[in-house]
């Protein structure tokens, strides 16, 4: 993993951007640097303006929050993912049935993997990748089941400014195609002829916060273009190493009935399989986003 530190102090320093008071909601960091748990919503109804409005302005402020004891049938749970732009359906993955938007997520005993295993932002092989991710989950193994969720902000931000200028106005190839193909095999889903794949900025800027994000993941970014493939496999290598950093991580321990809604745009996650051969279940809904700029 790669060192951050400086000559003088962290080189990595996080400026806090939350002065002004909430009102309707309440808000616990995980971290300085990203997470939130939010209290005093209840995601069922249909929430007042301002409370969304502060839902918005946290999970802009903190790129993932987290909301416990919550019991949502799937007709709430798509409308609140509906509260946030159209919802996305997902290339590969089973879904509830009779709703394409809810995706499944499932992993027990009989399960050869689970979702969301290795370090990525989902489905970036998308030309217009999802906005955010709205995970339920409803039932929970016993211990584990962990997720961890990284800041691609705090990457960039603690990038060497010589590394930043090489890779302003690199563009990265994402394909779905390793990541899907046989995937849900033994959930009876027939592979598609073909997954999405795309090509994305290594730095895209986000639409809300203005704020510099790194979007490259090892899930499903290929290659940076206009170099040498060795020195695209290099540089890919040493920027996945460095998103890592356990410094620009939350890790979040999931209850029963506990949502975290996630900004794609900005954060990488990975979930923890580590339960086998326990139970975890519940459902996903993706907001659809637009292309990275
Ligand atoms: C995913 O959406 O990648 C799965 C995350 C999780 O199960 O915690």
Same mark, same amino acid.
């Given at each position: ?48 303006? !301002?409370?969304?409005?502060?839902? #918005? ?11 416990? &004891? ?39 005993? &009989? ?8 370090? #990525?932002?989902?489905?970036?092989? &998308? ?25 691609? @902000? ?19 190839? !994402? ?30 800027? #986000? ?30 290598? @040493?920027l996945y190493d460095h998103a890592e950093n356990p410094l620009f991580q939350c890790r979040f321990r999931w209850q029963e009935n506990s949502v975290a809604f996630w900004d794609n745009r900005c954060v990488q996650h ?19 986003? &637009?292309?990275?700029?």
């Amino acid at each position: 993993m790669s060192s951050l530190r400086g000559n003088n102090g962290p080189r990595y320093r996080h400026v806090p951007n939350d002065a002004t008071p909430y009102e309707t909601i309440t808000i616990d960091k995980l971290t300085p640097i990203i997470g939130a748990e939010i209290g005093g919503v209840d995601l069922s109804v249909p929430l007042p303006n !301002h409370q969304m409005d502060e839902i #918005h302005r946290a999970l802009a402020e903190n790129s993932v929050i987290f909301f416990r &004891d919550q019991h949502l049938t799937q007709d709430q749970h798509l409308s609140f993912g509906r509260n946030f732009g159209n919802l996305h359906i997902h290339p590969a993955a089973p879904h509830a049935p009779g709703h394409p938007e809810l995706m499944i997520i499932r992993a027990d005993k &009989d399960s050869p993997r689970a979702n969301g295993e290795g370090w #990525h932002s989902d489905v970036s092989c &998308d030309t217009e990748p999802p906005m955010g991710s709205i995970l339920y989950i409803q039932q929970c193994p016993p211990r584990g089941g962990d997720t961890l969720f990284a800041s691609m @902000y705090a990457a960039y931000e603690a990038l060497s400014d010589r590394m930043k200028a090489y890779l302003t106005g690199m563009t990265a190839v !994402h394909d779905g195609e390793e990541s899907y193909r046989g995937t849900y095999a033994n959930l009876g889903v027939a592979d598609k002829p073909v997954y999405p794949r795309a090509e994305h900025p290594v730095i895209r800027t #986000h639409p809300v916060t203005g704020r510099k994000a790194l979007y490259v993941n090892r899930g499903f970014t290929k290659r940076l273009l206009g170099v040498p493939r060795d020195e695209s496999a290099a540089i890919l290598a @040493y920027l996945y190493d460095h998103a890592e950093n356990p410094l620009f991580q939350c890790r979040f321990r999931w209850q029963e009935n506990s949502v975290a809604f996630w900004d794609n745009r900005c954060v990488q996650h990975r979930a923890m399989w580590d339960y086998w051969p326990h139970t975890r279940s519940g459902f996903r809904v993706t907001v659809a986003g &637009d292309k990275p700029v």
